[in-house]
């Protein structure tokens, strides 16, 4: 019988969710569980590489299969006063800080990177809840992005920083994909969704697609783009707002 990778992760991530807000939190603090489940999250990681491929495409669709409803996770209107107030104005005065391990840092504002050459493409959203919608997303290849700051020979990872926090924790949201994933021909930093500007619930003015990975992976309200050789001095060091809080860093679908 074969084993649908998806399937499996979702039941995994829903059993350490439910073991972690049963009250187990104290179990899963113990570091030799911290070495399993470490141990267990690299040969996953491993294995989905392998079975999918570096240059692997997500599917794509054709308009006839986009969603009627596009379900929006996460959060849906960030309180941060800085965005609200750019949100306000049409995100005018908004601009992509791209910094870290890079030669050249710079910043974009949205005109700039709607004049870029662009990529559409018609994609499955996975959330790790159980659903899923197909959509219309284009924007800017981040590759573009990178080729123009130009990563530094230590840099590994990109960290995206986010405008809004989830009402249970203080914490900003952030994710992040390495390097690879970040030239993949699919990942890109989205500005339109079914062929209009990002709508505030799904992360205007900009966020990250990365199609080959859950929804959890795909940052929204996008603020700034840090190029890091470790994720282990961010947040809880586990690369990413909910792998903080037991998700897998890499959500292979």
Not at 192 to 201: Q, S
Not at 208 to 229: C, N, P, W
């Amino acid at each position: 019988m074969s084993l649908d990778r998806r399937n499996l992760l979702q039941r995994g991530l829903g059993f350490a969710a439910t073991l972690w807000l049963g009250g187990c939190d104290q179990l899963s603090a113990e570091p030799w569980l911290q070495q399993v489940l470490g141990s267990a999250e690299k040969v996953n990681s491993w294995l989905q590489r392998r079975l999918a491929g570096p240059g692997s495409l997500a599917r794509e669709y054709t308009e006839a299969d986009i969603s009627r409803q596009f379900k929006a996770n996460g959060s849906t209107d960030p309180d941060d006063p800085a965005y609200r107030a750019m949100a306000a104005n049409g995100f005018a005065d908004w601009r992509l800080r791209i910094h870290g391990l890079i030669e050249r840092p710079m910043e974009f504002s949205l005109a700039e990177l709607r004049a870029m050459p662009a990529r559409t493409q018609i994609t499955r959203h996975d959330c790790v809840e159980g659903w899923s919608c197909i959509g219309k997303w284009t924007g800017v290849p981040l590759a573009a992005l990178l080729d123009q700051v130009a990563p530094g020979p230590r840099a590994r990872f990109a960290v995206f920083h986010c405008a809004d926090r989830l009402e249970q924790w203080d914490d900003n949201y952030y994710e992040s994909i390495d390097l690879g994933e970040a030239r993949h021909p699919q990942t890109i930093l989205a500005y339109e969704m079914n062929g209009r500007p990002l709508p505030v619930p799904h992360g205007a003015p900009l966020r990250l697609r990365v199609e080959r990975q859950l929804g959890y992976k795909m940052a929204k309200y996008v603020m700034a783009i840090e190029l890091v050789d470790s994720v282990a001095h961010i947040g809880g060091g586990r690369g990413g707002y909910w792998e903080d809080r037991g998700y897998e860093w890499y959500a292979g679908i």
